[in-house]
């Protein structure tokens, strides 16, 4: 019988057996060493932590559910190490999960409105309704001047969206934004 831990992962917590743990221990700490990002290296662990317990989140069907190794070799199989390369961990059998010879990726998620903090020049509406609906960020502010000058619902309706608009801070709304999937390669470039 293998013993089974609680963890807390990224605040949620979670009960996973030892070889899991072993495991998903062993991946976080490479990955820590391959993110070589100085003083951002915290923020992308505390956000790809997030990731992971969104997905084990997804994963099981109630809270008293242990995490199994193929469960954690699966999340890994969809994160990917920062670097785009995989992790391959000494307990992983490739047999049992998939081809080793290709790479799982992750699907595109569906675009998410976002306000674009890093591209913005007053609240961010202009540019992350720009990377919604995919056109170009002039053509969108050149729309909100039009409407602002012919009337004050240009105004309301750019106040309305800065409020209600959630903001792209992190690299997975970065990703959620772009339409991206959620993977390490793919926070690893925003921060």
């Known amino acids: 019988m293998k013993r089974i831990i609680e963890v807390s992962i990224a605040g ?17 700490e490479n990955f ?56 391959y961990g000494s307990s992983f059998d490739t047999r049992d999960s ?4 290709y790479r799982y990726y992750e699907a595109p998620e569906p675009k998410k409105l976002f306000r674009d903090i890093d591209n913005k020049c ?3 509406v202009c540019s992350g309704l720009a990377h919604y609906f995919n056109v170009d960020i002039t053509i969108v502010r050149l729309i909100f001047i039009i409407i602002f000058f012919c009337g004050s619902f240009g ?17 997975a709304d970065k990703c959620r934004m772009y339409g991206l999937p959620v993977t390490a390669e793919n926070i690893r470039r925003f921060h």
Do not use: C, H
């Open 98 to 101: 998939y081809d080793s010879r």
């Open 122 to 124: 007053i609240g961010g």
């Open 155 to 171: 105004f309301w309706l750019y106040l309305i969206l800065l409020f209600v608009v959630p903001a792209a801070k992190t690299g």
């Open 32 to 87: 820590r060493n391959k993110t070589q990002m100085g003083s951002s290296t915290k923020e992308v662990m505390d956000e790809l932590e997030e990731r992971i317990a969104e997905i084990f989140s997804e994963m099981l069907s109630t809270s008293n559910q242990t995490i199994t190794l193929s469960m954690v070799e699966s999340v890994i199989s969809r994160l990917g190490m920062p670097d785009g390369s995989f992790d």
């Open 12 to 28: 949620r917590n979670f009960i996973i057996n030892e070889d899991a743990y072993g495991r998903l221990s062993s991946y976080l």
